[in-house]
């Protein structure tokens, strides 16, 4: 059985190439356009990771992570962030959301799937 990934960005051409990039691998991609439908996907679907971009409409990254983290559904399951700052407060304030992993855009499909294979075991 593929795993599932969530993959959550307002950026139609980021979803494509991760889409993509994990389909080609075997994965399952659900995605969704900002922090607000990736919450409901997250809580309604059974994901194995999640790879959410920060800056969004409606809800971004942080938030996203942060009520994410609020729910049963979030325990053990890995979540990336994608951003184009790769300054270190906002990494810190990443990984205290609950973020397990850090990419900064632009990446290279072997890099997106590096990190995936590394936080899924």
């Known amino acids: 059985m593929s795993r599932t990934?969530?993959?959550?960005d307002d950026s139609p051409s980021v979803r494509c190439m991760v889409a993509m990039t994990l389909r080609e691998a075997g994965y399952r991609v659900i995605?969704?356009?900002?922090g607000r439908e990736g919450?409901?996907?997250?809580?309604?679907?059974?994901v194995d990771a999640i790879i959410t971009d920060q800056n969004m409409p409606n809800l971004d990254g942080l938030g996203f992570i942060r009520a994410f983290?609020?729910?049963?559904?979030?325990?053990?399951?890995?979540?990336?962030?994608l951003s184009t700052d790769s300054a270190d407060t906002l990494k810190q304030q990443a990984r205290e959301a609950g973020a397990m992993g850090w990419m900064v855009k632009p990446f290279t499909q072997p890099q997106l799937l590096a990190?995936?294979?590394?936080?899924?075991?």
């Open 5 to 8: 990934v969530l993959a959550v």
């Open 31 to 34: 995605e969704a356009t900002d």
């Open 39 to 46: 919450l409901e996907k997250a809580l309604s679907e059974p």
């Open 69 to 81: 983290r609020e729910h049963p559904e979030s325990k053990g399951k890995p979540i990336i962030f």
């Open 115 to 121: 990190v995936i294979k590394k936080v899924l075991g």
